[in-house]
Nanobody, 122 residues
């Protein structure tokens, strides 16, 4: 079992920055951040493997969002800069135990957190 607890969601102004965290208990080989805005489908944001290789999955976040990990804390972060109102969503982290170099497919992740809300106002 992998238990995931997200934190750090907040309400911010457009153009601002926010870092959200996902603390994991148990081992994993890949971790990802996904988001779902009200009335929209879930979208992959970024994923990372245990070697620290990150992948930006959504074109809209490339150059603005960075995924990283602290192996000592078994925690993955999503640093979000130059936030836009369209980034408003519930952000979920997800974990996968079987290693893959990279994936942005939600179906590849078997463990999910409860989510943390990010709201960006204009």
């Amino acid at each position: 079992q992998v238990r995931l607890v997200e934190s750090g969601g907040d309400s911010v102004q457009a153009g601002g920055s926010l870092r959200i965290s996902c603390a994991a208990s148990g081992y994993w080989n890949n971790m990802g951040w996904f988001r779902q805005a009200s009335g929209k489908e879930r979208e992959a944001v970024a994923t990372i493997n245990f070697e620290g290789s990150g992948t930006a999955c959504a074109d809209s976040v490339k150059g603005r969002f960075t995924i990283s990990q602290d192996t000592g804390k078994n925690t993955v972060y999503l640093q979000m800069n130059r936030l836009k109102p369209e980034d408003t969503a519930m952000y979920y982290c997800a974990a996968r135990r079987r290693f893959t170099v990279r994936t942005c497919a939600a179906i590849d992740f078997g463990y999910w957190g409860q989510g943390t809300q990010v709201t960006v106002s204009s």
